[in-house]
């Protein structure tokens, strides 16, 4: 059982950055790829980014792409995002996930339900 828990949300104005961590702990870390998800008000949860269980591969959605940085610390079990160029459109809260099939896989999921864990989340909220 892998137990994963979201930090550094917060409210930051349009143009800025946040840098989200996870920390994962009860598994093997280098064994899943790992990803973000959100799920802004009155929407469907969406797939944000995922990074392989080597940290070599990445994916984005395309709204993110250029502005966000997935990246993973095998040694610390740890997932992090670098949001920078924030936009209210960003607004939502971000869950993170672990799944033991690949990073690619987990680019076509609709929400962190779909993996194998999934933390709580942490809201972003970005003001314009």
């Known amino acids: 059982q892998v137990q994963l828990v979201e930090s550094g949300g917060g409210l930051v104005q349009a143009g800025g950055s946040l840098r989200l961590s996870c920390a994962a702990s009860?598994?093997?870390?280098?064994?899943?790829?790992m990803g973000w998800f959100r799920q802004a008000p009155g929407k469907e949860r969406e797939f944000v980014a995922s990074?392989?269980?080597?940290?070599?591969?990445?994916y984005y959605e395309d709204s993110v792409k250029g502005r966000f940085t997935i990246s993973r610390d095998n040694g610390k079990n740890a997932v992090y995002l670098q949001m920078n160029s924030l936009k209210p459109e960003d607004t939502a809260v971000y869950y993170c996930?672990?799944?033991?099939?690949?990073?690619?896989?987990?680019?076509?999921?609709?929400?962190?339900?779909?993996?194998?864990?999934w933390g709580q989340g942490t809201q972003v909220t970005v003001s314009s």
């Open positions: 996930a672990a799944d033991h099939t690949t990073a690619q896989r987990m680019k076509f999921m609709t929400s962190p339900y779909e993996s194998d864990y």
């Open positions: 009860g598994g093997t870390f280098n064994s899943y790829a």
């Open positions: 990074i392989s269980w080597s940290g070599g591969t990445t």
